[in-house]
């Protein structure tokens, strides 16, 4: 009874030190996706999608959808934070039942592996679709990023021509001012000519 105590409290501390690795690796991306989502607001606020080709999603969409999967995914992780506390209770009421309750602790030790059974044929399945996530997400945020990147890009082109284009005028309609004034002056000297004569 002792060696199944023991075996099933390491099985219990290594799934929970899986289960920190996994909720450490969620809270990061989390923040990660957090920060672009923020980084994403800032640059639609800006200026609107102008010039986004159509059915390219905008940074908003991509970053709600990247909020989204990363929300089913802690929902993901609490429920398998409630299975394992079940667990740990359940271990810790094993450990602690008295001789007299023998019944009683074979059942809770069925009990306790039919659920460690259901849970290991779980998490393969849900990890790996987190992971599936994860890349879709990080794909997803990569294109986001690459299309902002090509839009800075025609922006500071376009702000260029449009520096130019100032800078053209600018020297034109000075050149044409002093036109006007040279044609001014040669009207009047022309005027004050005639009326001498």
């Given at each position: 009874?002792?060696?199944?105590?023991?075996?099933?409290?390491?099985?219990?501390?290594?799934?929970?030190?899986?289960?920190?690795?996994?909720?450490?690796e969620v809270a990061g991306r989390f923040e990660r996706?957090?920060?672009?989502?923020?980084?994403?607001?800032?640059?639609?606020?800006?200026?609107?999608?102008?010039?986004?080709?159509?059915?390219?999603?905008?940074?908003?969409?991509?970053?709600?959808?990247?909020?989204?999967?990363?929300?089913?995914?802690?929902?993901?992780?609490?429920?398998?934070?409630?299975a394992r506390t079940a667990e740990t209770s359940q271990?810790?009421?094993?450990?602690?039942?008295?001789?007299?309750?023998?019944?009683?602790?074979?059942?809770?030790?069925?009990?306790?592996?039919?659920?460690?059974?259901?849970?290991?044929?779980?998490?393969?399945?849900?990890?790996?679709?987190?992971?599936?996530?994860?890349?879709?997400l990080e794909a997803d945020l990569a294109a986001a990023?690459?299309?902002?990147?090509?839009?800075?890009?025609?922006?500071?082109?376009?702000?260029?021509?449009?520096?130019?284009?100032?800078?053209?005028?600018?020297?034109?309609?000075?050149?044409?001012?002093?036109?006007?004034?040279?044609?001014?002056?040669?009207?009047?000297?022309?005027?004050?000519?005639?009326?001498?004569?």
């Amino acid at each position: 009874a002792q060696a199944q105590v023991r075996a099933m409290r390491a099985k219990l501390e290594d799934a929970e030190a899986a289960y920190r690795t996994a909720m450490a690796e969620v809270a990061g991306r989390f923040e990660r996706m957090q920060e672009a989502l923020a980084a994403a607001r800032r640059e639609a606020a800006r200026g609107p999608g102008q010039g986004l080709p159509e059915g390219a999603a905008s940074f908003e969409q991509v970053a709600q959808r990247s909020l989204d999967a990363q929300e089913g995914l802690m929902r993901h992780l609490a429920g398998i934070e409630k299975a394992r506390t079940a667990e740990t209770s359940q271990a810790q009421a094993a450990r602690n039942a008295s001789p007299a309750n023998s019944q009683e602790l074979a059942a809770l030790r069925a009990e306790n592996q039919a659920l460690q059974r259901q849970l290991g044929a779980r998490a393969p399945a849900n990890a790996n679709e987190a992971a599936f996530r994860a890349r879709q997400l990080e794909a997803d945020l990569a294109a986001a990023e690459a299309e902002r990147a090509r839009l800075a890009s025609r922006a500071a082109n376009a702000e260029e021509q449009l520096e130019q284009l100032q800078q053209y005028m600018t020297h034109n309609i000075a050149s044409y001012q002093k036109e006007i004034l040279n044609l001014r002056r040669q009207v009047a000297v022309s005027a004050h000519r005639s009326t001498k004569t």
